[in-house]
T-cell receptor
Framework: DTGVSQNPRHKITKRGQNVTFRCDPISEHNRLYWYRQTLGQGPEFLTYFQNEAQLEKSRLLSDRFSAERPKGSFSTLEIQRTEQGDSAMYLC???????????FGPGTRLTVT | GENVGLHLPTLSVQEGDNSIINCAYS??????FIWYKQESGKGPQFIIDIRSNMDKRQGQRVTVLLNKTVKHLSLQIAATQPGDSAVYFC??????????FGPGTRLSVLP
């Protein structure tokens, strides 16, 4: 598979629980991005990595959110103590460092009940 | 599958007609613009891009026009097909900065 993959595709959780999502970027891409998308809106930037270094975080990324990319390959996004407002599609994208174009994965749809 | 853009502006066109989707961007310092297509249940898919030193770029059946004076971007799709039905987003950015996406437009192709 040559595209960006994300798991799980869907996650339903109860308020207050922790969830973790995984993103596997395109293998030669060393930049990896996380976005959040709510219904009727475009994706909103959350954070990005170059290799294992997390270079930027949006103010949307509260202290309940943490992202890692320990070996510079796959990344995880964890949300602690989920709230109903966290319900959204979480998108991952990757790119080459010399390229503007970002390739998106299919997303993980989170529903917090 | 995922229902993207329930309350988005909608453009309805007849199959075979040309479509024009518009986008106003906000940052005059942005030097790179992309149009993405998003179908239900899928992530955004790259369509075409343009740099700020250009005002027009053509791809296969698609053309992007950039008007920096009024900060306006448009996507023209020629001979629209049913497979073009999706939500379309423009995104603006600069090298090393992160993209800001517009609100999106739903394109509905009528048979």
């Amino acid at each position: 598979d040559t595209g960006v993959s994300q798991n799980p595709r869907h996650k339903i959780t109860k308020r207050g629980q922790n969830v973790t999502f995984r993103c596997d970027p395109i293998s030669e891409h060393n930049r990896l991005y996380w976005y959040r998308q709510t219904l009727g809106q475009g994706p909103e930037f959350l954070t990005y990595f170059q290799n294992e270094a997390q270079l930027e975080k949006s103010r949307l990324l509260s202290d309940r959110f943490s992202a890692e990319r320990p070996k510079g390959s796959f990344s995880t996004l964890e949300i602690q103590r989920t709230e109903q407002g966290d319900s959204a599609m979480y998108l991952c994208a990757s790119s080459l460092p010399t390229d503007y174009e970002q390739y998106f994965g299919p997303g993980t749809r989170l529903t917090v009940t | 599958g995922e229902n993207v853009g329930l309350h988005l502006p909608t453009l309805s066109v007849q199959e075979g007609d040309n479509s024009i989707i518009n986008c106003a961007y906000s940052n005059s310092a942005s030097d790179y613009f992309i149009w993405y297509k998003q179908e239900s249940g899928k992530g955004p898919q790259f369509i075409i891009d343009i740099r700020s030193n250009m005002d027009k770029r053509q791809g296969q059946r698609v053309t992007v026009l950039l008007n920096k004076t009024v900060k306006h971007l448009s996507l023209q799709i020629a001979a629209t097909q049913p497979g073009d039905s999706a939500v379309y987003f423009c995104a603006e950015g600069s090298y090393g900065q992160n993209f800001v996406f517009g609100p999106g437009t739903r394109l509905s192709v009528l048979p």
